[in-house]
């Protein structure tokens, strides 16, 4: 009992058997070419001025992927296997358009639409009743499909063209991570325009230790997106511009499988404060949302 | 041959040293320690502690930029009672000081080299109804070293780093009193809801801000999120999230005027707590307020949002202790 237990008595600062956390870790090579699945929940809160929390909505992603050495195709294939939304308290309701929809992911220096996720998909999408789904809440629909594959890709593999992961080699080490200040485009299909960009500030990786997910070891990855901002541009009607312009500031942990380099679980809060200008209207609408999301590996284990 | 000999064992010691292995291996490192169980909730080591506190208060316009910075700088001595035989363990500032926006850091003579005894009652509260025994007449009428006044909203500022920093360093990384704490988390991956959920200690402070004024802590969790090293030292990493917090505070800047604000709080971090001495080694902290507030001379309320972050280190070892 006094063996397994660690923390020395008042007065003895004993050191435990810390070597694991000593050692050269490589965090980058290639994950292993097993099928995974994968839960993702995001909750986005919405503050009055006074600081009420007014409404929260909820969107859940079942996500499966394919490594491309399994189908032989070339790229990781994503299916989406099934999209909930819950908005404002209401009953939890499908996106019958997202369900068994498949992509191949393309990494984000490569053109076309960000993450080969294409954007007709998320052109007037409606519930499993048949009730149209806003175009501010559609966004985040394909927002969570930007948001998966940047924490469990851009972040969790390693970069090409500037630092990553890859640089992470011991317990401590904080890097300047390749996306730091890049402005990645935001427009969506005819909803958001082109022109709509999020630029991010010093994004830093930082390796903070090990963890254990589902009684699996992992590095434990912190990611902070420094000081960032962003403006769209939206069009709801032919003839009216609605612009909105504020800032964000991302930050959480990503867990990756010291064994198969498979990220098990990612968490994020995000804070963002936005202005939007609306011609129509003579004061301008202000903002301030948190996002809370956590992304969750629920591949079952081998013999499961 | 003597080259013949040594090579495979240097190669040896290179892949024996690096974690992670070629895809599709699949092969588990010696993980057991992730999976012992821990106490972290004995008694801190007999040593005295220096911590270097420093908090960064961005202010939002409401169309997102970042219009303002202020820097805050707190370094704190604690002297434990098992050293100085008094009843509680003994805090010293060592020095306070101030940068708002872009104007020079600046000290705050009047707290420097101030100690106090750090009071960990159940409720917070001393005697005199102060949070951790931490005296208000300290931050009245506070001067910067330039003979400047400090407004009250930034001279709270002060007082509030001495709460933080003891929400952290004690209320969070020492043993709880009445309901659940650091000492129910034995295992990797577990999480509780902290004593302190849903409590509502008073944030009044000396003449500046009346009583009545408080915190309303949420869902406030701790759990163990894994093992890091701070400066060498093996840790264990603590995650603490408020969950949805809020506050209510009066403010009197004059006899006949009460300004009322109101507003939202959501604060979470890490601990770092010496796996071998119990002391914090660093504490991580970002802090989301949107407040508004009511001044009865002003036809529409006043918002604002606010973003905090703080770090704590232990400088113990860089101090000379």
Same mark, same amino acid.
């Given at each position: 009992m006094i063996y397994s237990s660690i923390g020395a008595g008042a007065g003895e600062a004993k050191r435990t058997d810390a070597s694991i956390l000593r050692q050269t870790f490589d965090l980058a090579a290639k994950r292993t070419p097993q099928p995974q699945a994968f839960e993702m929940e995001s909750r986005m809160i919405t503050y009055a001025?006074?600081?009420?929390?007014l409404s929260t909505d909820i969107f859940r992603l079942h996500l499966k992927c394919v490594p491309a050495r399994v189908t032989g195709k070339d790229a990781d294939e994503y299916t989406c296997t099934k999209f909930t939304l819950q908005l404002a308290g209401a009953p939890e309701v499908e996106l019958p358009a997202m369900k068994d929809w498949t992509y191949r992911f393309a990494p984000a220096s490569e053109k076309g639409p960000v993450f080969g996720i294409?954007? *007709?998909?998320?052109?007037?999408l409606v519930d499993a009743k048949g009730q149209p789904v806003p175009a501010d809440k559609a966004y985040h629909v394909y927002n969570a499909f930007i948001d998966f594959h940047a924490f469990c890709n851009v972040f969790a593999e390693p970069a090409t063209g500037g630092k990553g992961i890859q640089d992470l080699k011991t317990i401590g080490q904080k890097i300047v991570h390749a996306a730091a200040f890049t402005e990645a485009p935001v427009n969506l299909g005819s909803s958001v325009k082109e022109g709509s960009t999020f630029k991010n500030g010093e994004v830093t990786l930082e390796f903070k230790g090990l963890s254990l997910e589902d009684d699996i070891a992992c590095a434990s990855v912190a990611y902070d997106s420094g000081e960032s901002s962003f403006r769209m541009v939206v069009t709801p009607m032919p003839n009216l511009e609605v612009r909105t312009v504020g800032s964000s500031h991302y930050k959480g942990d990503i867990h990756v499988d010291?064994? *198969?380099?498979?990220?098990?679980k990612a968490t994020m809060n995000e804070w963002v404060v936005t202005e939007t200008t609306v011609p129509t209207l003579t004061n301008k609408i202000n903002a301030v949302v948190e996002r809370n999301l956590v992304i969750r590996n629920v591949t079952p284990k081998a013999g499961e | 041959m003597r080259a013949h000999r040594i090579l495979p064992v240097v190669i040896l010691a290179l892949t024996g040293s690096t974690i992670c292995l070629a895809a599709g291996q699949s092969k588990r490192p010696d993980d057991s320690i992730l999976r012992q169980t821990f106490d972290l909730a004995g008694p801190r080591s007999v040593q005295v502690q220096v911590f270097d506190m420093e908090t960064r208060v961005i202010t939002y316009a409401p169309d997102g930029k970042r219009i303002n910075t202020d820097v805050l700088k707190l370094k704190l001595k604690c002297t434990p009672a098992r050293v100085t035989g008094k009843e509680a363990d003994e805090y010293t500032c060592l020095k306070f000081t101030l940068q708002f926006g872009n104007n020079p850091e600046v000290a705050v003579p009047a707290v420097a080299h101030w100690t106090y005894l750090f009071k960990n009652t159940a409720s917070g509260l001393d005697e005199k109804g102060q949070m951790f025994g931490i005296?208000?007449?300290?931050?009245?009428k506070l001067v910067d070293a330039n003979g400047q006044a400090i407004p009250p909203d930034k001279a709270y500022y002060v007082y509030n780093a001495f709460i933080d920093f003891h929400g952290f360093c004690n209320v969070f990384a020492e043993p709880t009193q009445g309901g659940k704490g650091i000492q129910d988390l034995k295992s990797m991956g577990q999480k509780i809801v902290h004593a302190a959920a849903f409590t509502e200690p008073p944030v009044n402070l000396g003449s500046n801000i009346e009583k009545g004024s408080t915190f309303k802590n949420g869902e406030v969790t701790l759990e163990l999120k894994g093992l890091g090293l701070v400066d060498g030292a093996a840790c264990a990493l603590v995650g603490f999230d408020s969950g949805q917090s809020s506050f209510q505070m009066v403010v009197k800047p004059m006899p006949n005027m009460e300004v009322r604000a109101v507003g939202a709080s959501h604060y979470k971090g890490d601990l770092y707590l010496d796996l071998a001495t119990r002391w914090v080694r660093k504490v991580t902290m970002d802090e989301l307020v949107v407040a508004e507030s009511t001044v009865p001379a002003l036809p529409n309320k006043m918002s604002a949002v606010l973003e905090r972050d703080t770090v704590i280190r232990n400088v113990t070892a860089k101090a000379g202790e």
């Open positions: 001025l006074d600081g009420k929390r294409d954007h *007709t998909q998320f052109e007037k010291l064994a *198969t380099r498979w990220v098990r | 005296d208000h007449a300290k931050f009245e």
